[in-house]
């Protein structure tokens, strides 16, 4: 009796810990208010991007990760493009993302990025993030 409640709560305790990275790893935009676009790019993707309204304004931020275990981040930047649901072009910021050692790894394969627009934009608007020099 006692072996079989611990089986299942340690089948229970790795599905909830399963289940919730996936969604800690994954798009974080505010429910369907906001649509993300990436522009690829062969050498680095964007991971945990985070969209939040505050004070009538709206901070982006997430990181920038190396594709493959054999490359490494140079010092990069990345535009933040909001567009609203017609097509036009609100704002557009380029922001330098910083570098983080990872722990077992001689080179920077992450970096992070954030900024702040001053207003809030219209539901339905798309954030588009690229990699730019």
């Not at 490359?71 to 933040?80: A, D, M, N």
């Not at 992450?110 to 798309?126: A, K, L, Y």
């Amino acid at each position: 009796m006692l072996k079989s409640t611990m089986r299942s709560l340690t089948i229970l305790s790795l599905c909830v810990s399963g289940l919730s990275g996936c969604v800690a790893g994954g798009n974080m935009l505010a429910g369907d208010t906001y649509r993300r676009v990436d522009v690829p790019d062969a050498n680095a993707s964007f991971r945990q991007v985070l969209a939040v309204e505050n004070d009538g304004q709206l901070k982006v931020s997430g990181r920038l990760r190396a594709t493959t275990p054999s490359t490494y981040l140079q010092p990069k930047q990345v535009e933040v493009t909001l567009i609203d649901p017609s097509g036009t072009r609100l704002d557009s910021r380029r922001i330098a993302a910083s570098p983080k050692v990872l722990p077992g790894h001689k080179h920077h394969r992450e970096e992070r990025f954030s900024t702040t627009f001053d207003q809030v934009p219209p539901p339905g608007t798309t954030i588009q993030l690229a990699i730019t020099e």
